[in-house]
């Protein structure tokens, strides 16, 4: 169950099948991550998207190196796909994403549930993880935004 859920929301001036394919390339999550967290993907690209694909990270967190396994647990082209923590750093993580056609392009939601580990000793540290999760998704709506509307 989860404790906790943010919620982001955009509107990309692209095609449903065009944005969709961005988010499908694993290695696109490199480019969308902000830098101070010297993100990087462990598993060798390209990685094939479908229910079941494992994919590792690593990334630095406030000075502590954090390894990172999820697995795509939904996997519904061109509308969503599904990503569950399997190992990391919270309880509970499970990101949603969306896509739907709209006028002027295609909306882009995120939903992401998770709960932290310690307990009640966890909860006490929640602003600070939810501080931290609203800059790394402010950031991360900007990159894509900049990077779809590049497109041709």
């Known amino acids: 169950m ?3 859920v ?3 929301e ?3 001036p692209r095609p449903l ?3 969709f394919a961005f988010f499908s390339e694993a290695g696109n999550l490199e480019k969308i991550t902000p830098p101070w967290l010297s993100f990087r993907i462990l598993t060798p690209l390209p990685i094939r998207m479908e229910r079941g694909t494992n994919i590792a990270y690593e990334l630095r967190l406030r000075g502590l190196r954090l390894r ?4 795509i647990e ?3 082209p061109p509308h969503e796909f599904v990503d569950v923590q399997v190992k990391g750093p919270y309880k509970l993580w499970r990101h949603t994403h969306r896509f739907a056609e709209v006028e002027g392009g295609t909306r882009v ?3 992401i549930q998770y709960a932290l580990p310690f307990g009640p000793v966890g909860r006490l540290g929640h602003w600070l993880v939810a501080r931290d999760l609203a800059k790394i998704f402010d950031y991360r709506e900007r990159r894509v935004r900049s990077l779809l509307e590049k497109q041709p």
């Open 68 to 71: 990172w396994l999820t697995r």
């Open 74 to 76: 939904q996997w519904n």
């Open 6 to 8: 943010l919620e982001r």
């Open 10 to 12: 955009t509107i990309v």
């Open 17 to 19: 099948a065009e944005v």
């Open 2 to 4: 989860a404790d906790y």
């Open 109 to 111: 939601t995120d939903r």
